[in-house]
């Protein structure tokens, strides 16, 4: 019995020695207030033993994450449930390092939760790739940008040579009536009116287009962007399209007073490049439509668009969002991919998904209406 003791008492030890060299390890008690450290913590975060002891893990705290990360941590380890995720922390000397967190609550002999472990990897390195790979990926939805404007400049030529048109008409006309002596000025304003709202629709196409050429970058976030604008800019840029091939672009009703935060330009990619993807899906089918839906929830919302397609196939679905995937023939061009289309999203605070379960081909993009200020 000594002898199975002994040798449960060596391999507890081997495994703790192994998780030392490896894992940044704490406990704390039930207040937070932490009781001991392994020397791994103490390496990476430059403070010695004596200077965590006694302190809880606000010691750390880099103030990278908003106060409701740390209230979803507590309130999650405080109902008994372990919590895993990334978590920025400041060293002593005030750089920054990342670690992948899992902490573990233990109960006492009364039931109640009397300490907490947690088991830290730093990632840093991984973070910094990952930094690395964002800031690629930036380069890479500007030159997809820039393609995706110069596919639809030939269109929009078109657009903008219609209006050109009825104001040179109109010109004309304006030019005959001040040579009538009898000449009619309620008729005269209207004529004036039609080149003042024609000249405005070919002014806001080019707004518009300047608007998606503007690097992703350099917008900061917008504190108030009505959604209304959002779907107005974007059909500006395609609907066209849709009404010369015959494509049935069904778009809401939307609130003119529903906005969110987010970079404008960037969500106007997105759904540019979704519409013209699901433009070029539906050109082929008997039944040419697409649909644009708006859903407001309490803290988000969701822009979804459907086009009269009968689903992506499951093949396609499982590489649709890796970077570079494409099943456009070259003659459709490459636009903006999918994955950039999600990082783009992403980085404003929500996510773009596809609806598997609907009967037709269908992406939600959801985005909160207010984003955290850090």
């Not at 704490?26 to 390496?43: H, L, Q, R, W």
């Not at 009364?110 to 088991?119: F, R, T, V």
């Not at 108030?224 to 069904?250: T, Y």
């Amino acid at each position: 019995m000594p002898i199975l003791t002994q040798s449960l008492i060596k391999k507890l030890e081997d495994q703790k020695y192994a998780l030392d060299q490896a894992a940044i390890v704490a406990s704390t008690d039930a207040k937070g207030v932490i009781i001991y450290v392994n020397d791994k913590f103490c390496e990476v975060s430059g403070y010695n033993r004596e200077e965590l002891l006694g302190k809880t893990h606000r010691i750390v705290n880099s103030g990278s994450h908003p106060k409701e990360f740390f209230i979803d941590l507590w309130k999650t380890i405080a109902s008994g449930k372990v919590w895993r995720g990334e978590v920025c922390n400041r060293k002593k000397n005030g750089d920054l390092y990342w670690v992948y967190t899992t902490i573990v609550p233990f109960l006492g002999d009364d039931g109640k939760i009397s300490q907490y472990l947690s088991i830290r990897y730093e990632i840093t390195d991984l973070k910094k790739a990952q930094q690395t790979i964002l800031e690629q990926q930036e380069k890479l939805v500007a030159a997809s940008r820039l393609s995706a404007i110069g596919e639809m400049a030939a269109a929009i030529t078109h657009e903008i040579n219609n209006p050109l048109g009825v104001i040179l008409g109109r010109v004309e006309m304006l030019k005959s009536m001040l040579n009538d002596p009898t000449l009619d000025k309620e008729e005269l304003f209207k004529v004036a009116d039609t080149i003042e709202v024609t000249g405005q629709r070919i002014a806001k196409i080019v707004r518009s287009m300047k608007t998606m050429a503007h690097h992703s970058q350099e917008q900061e976030l917008s504190a108030k962007v009505p959604v209304l604008s959002l779907i107005e800019d974007a059909l500006d840029l395609c609907q066209h399209r849709f009404k010369n091939h015959g494509v049935d672009l069904k778009t809401p009703v939307i609130d003119p007073n529903l906005i969110i935060d987010c970079r404008s330009h960037q969500i106007v990619q997105v759904l540019v490049n979704l519409l013209n993807n699901s433009f070029d899906a539906v050109q082929q089918l008997p039944q040419k439509w697409v649909k644009i839906e708006l859903q407001e929830h309490e803290h988000n919302i969701d822009i979804i668009i459907t086009d009269s397609g009968a689903g992506i196939p499951e093949e396609v679905q499982k590489k649709m969002f890796n970077p570079f995937f494409s099943t456009k023939s070259v003659q459709y061009g490459t636009g903006l991919g999918l994955s950039i289309s999600v990082g783009i999203i992403h980085k404003n605070g929500g996510s773009l998904q596809y609806d598997r379960k609907s009967p037709h081909t269908r992406f939600v993009i959801q985005l909160p209406k207010k984003l955290p200020k850090n």
